[in-house]
């Protein structure tokens, strides 16, 4: 975009999207939102609006400080690893930012300070004794990331010390009910330190007074907001105690600012590194201070305090543009179910592209079929997306616009013709659909607009099917290539109205027609015939999906470390020992195992093993087995699997699940152990081609690739 045309140009749109954390790859969750922001990003550019699209790294935190200590390389080297990895995500999924920053920049550092200084000034920060939880193990302040327990206000368990997963309420870690260190699980004490806090308590009528009457934020958002206003705004703790990885508070030796401070101000920090390089501007004055810019967040549901209470404050209180508009959206489901590694259905973005025939434009389609502006969460169901795209997207949209420029190419030498009264009359008639795909676009939903555009569709393949050219051809050519010209114009508008959604498709269809993507194409073109032109030789874009993602099924058994403390040889069986093992946390069990041909007892005794706990107890001649061992069995040989680094009560899980997650509840029998299928590969016990560990190690086994574990 040059830089004279920016200047002449009033109304500027900035669009941003939540900055994904630097501490794991791009799921399919992470998507919706970058998707859903692109697609209006598109719509506004094709609309011929001055828009930017900002989004960047957020990088700051102890988690990353962590993260970075267990690889035993820098933070600066981990947040550069995934830096490139969400870029070639976000690429792969034709997510197209104007700039990609990161919160770990000069320009984010100067606005931070910045933002501090400036409400420091105005007296809206101030230092107030805090008691904060502290472990005396690891010597050190616990974040509120790094301190777990029952949330104070639902009783829910597992949260984290800064906002409940389940209710959404904030609160401060010591509120946590029975809190355990998130690092090495121990109590942790009260300690006080001098912290910074902002006066978000003084804001409240400010707040209720600008979101009350805003036109574009979700009434169902805005209730939600309002809720927590009347209740009473606390004010906010933003420094942290070091270790942390993050920015100095200036002046102070081993204080640093909260991450949700300068999180958001990234937004501003990527737009002054894309308004100084393409703009010769600063973000202020191109953006955040200019009259004439608005500024749209999309976010997901679980961040609305942070930007709907914290941010507007901050921006109020140092006199820079609140958000013209706020986009929330749900959570992503997997088949129903939230996303869970112990359930199978955590999926990376490569995790889609790695199934063949799995476009990444087969995606958006879908994503674009369920937006709308609601916080409602999306469920991707494997079945309904094949459905979808089959039955949409290929047979319908797809369909037409090739078989409508096949017969032109294969019936009139590839030149299009002209279009007659009686087509003009009919081609006039879907102007209002157009008209009325476009609305949905500018009011968010996306939902409507993709029916509106298959609405088109049907109605291009009825009149290609009705007009039956494959037969007129025969009786008046003329008027056969009037249609099918007709026809033609339909698939290029269809390809026009499509581009936010499938902007790839939608170009090589455009370009069938000699109208380049980029190059000053806009909507403005639907509706434009195109007559007399020679059109390039058709193909098929996009075919229909064979077989999508298949999730693995929950990990359903419960298999811990134990040492085989005593044993004995079972007096009524030949083949039974009798065996007592300690399973950790001074409990022990007992269970009977078939092991007197391949084994001798002083062989047994002291040795490590891989227990199944949640096993149907048996009676085996007498004797009580309340589970069963592990053994990889080859046919001829039987080896005991034994961890050598675990300790007994060690949890053993399938690699990339939880451990906490992954253990099951469910008592199975025998039979329905068996069917997990447990086998020996490159010397690992594998579920589903994941090796099972420890948090301590790969499971082992000196067997033959394929020997059956049971």
Known sequence: ???????????????????????????????????????????????????????????????????????????????????????????????????YHSTNSPENKFYSDFFFEKLKEEKLIYERLVELTYCNNCSRYLPDRYVKGKCPKCSADGQYGDQCEKCNSTYQPVDLVEPHCAICSSAPVRKQSLHYFFRLSSFSQRLQQWLEPHQDIQQDVKNFVMGWIKSGLQDWDISRDGPYFGFKIPGELNKYYYVWLDAPIGYIAATEKYSREKLGQTATAAYWRNPDARIIHFIGKDIIYFHLLFWPAMLMGVGINLPSGLVVHGHLTINGEKMSKSRGNFLMAKDYLAVPGHEPEFLRFYYASHLVKAISDINLDFEDFKAAVNNDLVSNIANFVHRAMVFVSNNFDSRLGDIGADEKLFLQQLQPKYEAVLKHYSSYNFKEAVKGILEISSIGNRYFQDNQPWQLVKTDRKRCHRIVTAAANIAKDMALLSLPILPKYSEKVLRLFGLECPGGLGFGEIGRHVTGRKIQQPRIIFAPIEETIRLATAFPASLKVGKVEEITEHPDADKLFVLKVDVGNDKQIQLVAGLRPYYKKDELLGKKIVVVSNLKHARLRGFESHGMLLAADDGKRVVVVSPQQSEPGDAVFPEGSDAAEAAGEKQLNIEEFYKLGLKVKDEAVVYGGKPLRTAREIISVDAEDDAVVR
């Open 1 to 99: 975009m040059a830089m004279e045309a920016d200047a002449k140009s009033k109304e500027r749109f900035l669009v941003t999207a939540g900055l994904p954390y630097a501490n794991g790859p791009i799921h399919l969750g992470h998507l919706v939102e970058y998707i859903q922001a692109d697609i209006f990003v598109r719509f506004l550019r094709l609309s011929g609006k001055n828009v930017v699209y900002v989004c960047g790294d957020d990088t700051h935190g102890t988690p990353i400080e962590l993260a970075a200590a267990k690889e035993k390389i820098a933070p600066e080297q981990l947040i550069a690893k995934y830096y490139a990895g969400h870029m070639e995500d976000f690429a792969s999924f034709f997510v197209d930012f104007d700039i």
